[in-house]
């Protein structure tokens, strides 16, 4: 109980939870989804905005992904309003051209006897990494990319494709759409429907909690009784998900030797704007035959997480105390605190230590 944020108890005694203490609203040095790879075509390129910078996302005609600052140095126009030749990027302004590494190549204006050393011209390069048909960028250090673990989904190798993938924006900020992921009893309210909850289903759970690397996990259990789409796997499913900073959480479901499962990345776009990825993958080819009713459940619930959070905003606009119980808030408390303690740590050049204790949380839902 002790291992919970500060609580803030203002005049009238509601409770505020310590939402962003000592943490700023975006943690840096982490792996961000970017985009699913198929977003992005051999020589084509694509301009994004990632946690508020201008990003310009390539792939080079042998098919090689690559990130770059999406400002030209020189007069400060996108790069993205230029030209891709599959290997270098060339600004529509005065033709300077950059390569993958964001190094410059030429500048047509120059002549001969300038001097100028045009290879120590640079826009900024950003370290990214492609597998299970998903394109991470890390944000922050480039030195520290290589020493950071990549997310992966459990059980399907780095070339293995998504089967399914749903996209879409939410009005929020980053933290509201994390601490909306991972809310534990919201489905009987916001997921109201026969096949998945209802309000006369609702019954005690109890779920085993262990910290995981930067984050925790829901170990393995059998689905709730109450979830009707679990169902239509058949056989016995077993569950274990997991949550993992910046704003990662998988949910891998076992049915014998047979594997679904689902990855939920939220990339912030910009202060109030949170991307939300859903993908899927599955190794049951009769599953595919039920990819019409998945895709109906993933669009459904995500239209329900974002019409939710859109009017939770005009209500936070007001800044209310809000209010954070035991336990069915505690992953949400959990977060606030591995944010704190990833900045601090940062700040204090030092390693990271997991805040979260092995617990058991119980709620209804």
């Not at 400060?76 to 030209?83: A, D, F, V, Y």
């Not at 410059?104 to 492609?130: F, H, M, N, W």
């Not at 190798?157 to 924006?169: L, T, V, Y």
């Amino acid at each position: 109980m002790n291992d919970l944020p500060t609580i803030e108890v203002p005049k009238g005694g509601e409770l505020r939870p310590a939402r962003g203490i000592d943490a700023p609203v975006w943690l840096r040095d982490l792996w961000y989804l970017a985009l699913p790879s198929r977003e992005l075509k051999a020589g084509k390129m694509l301009a994004k905005s990632l946690l508020g910078e201008p990003v310009l996302l390539a792939r080079e005609a042998d098919g090689k992904a690559f990130a770059i600052r999406d400002i030209c140095p020189h007069r400060g126009i996108p790069l993205s309003c230029g030209r891709f030749d599959g290997h270098e990027v060339e600004c529509c302004y005065h033709g300077w051209r950059f390569d993958r590494n964001g190094i410059c190549t030429d500048i047509p204006s120059l002549i001969a006897d300038q001097g100028v050393k045009i290879d120590r011209i640079k826009v900024r390069r950003y370290p990214l990494a492609e597998r299970q048909g998903l394109i991470w960028i890390f944000i922050g250090d480039e030195a520290l990319a290589e020493t950071t673990p990549v997310p992966e989904v459990p059980g399907f190798d780095a070339g293995a494709k998504p089967s399914h993938i749903e996209k879409m924006i939410f009005p929020c900020p980053l933290d509201d759409a994390v601490v909306g992921l991972m809310d534990p009893a919201h489905g009987p309210y916001v997921h109201r429907a026969w096949w998945w909850r209802t309000k006369s289903s609702m019954h005690e759970k109890a779920k085993k909690f262990a910290p995981s690397f930067l984050g925790f996990t829901m170990v393995r259990h059998a689905p709730s009784k109450n979830s009707f789409a679990y169902k239509l796997l058949g056989g016995k499913p077993e569950t274990e998900i997991a949550f993992r900073l910046p704003g990662i959480r998988t949910e891998e479901i076992t049915v014998g030797r047979h594997r679904f499962t689902g990855l939920t990345a939220i990339t912030p776009l910009g202060p109030d704007k949170s991307e939300i990825t859903q993908v899927m993958y599955w190794t049951m080819p009769w599953v595919t035959l039920l990819k019409p009713v998945l895709r109906h459940f993933a669009k459904t619930f995500l239209r329900q997480d974002g019409d939710i959070v859109t009017a939770q905003q005009a209500g936070l606009a007001h800044e209310p105390p809000l209010m954070l119980l035991e336990d069915a808030d505690t992953q949400a408390k959990w977060y606030y605190l591995l944010k704190k303690e990833f900045a601090r740590a940062k700040a204090e050049g030092r390693e990271f230590k997991n805040p979260v204790k092995e617990r058991v949380l119980r709620w209804k839902s």
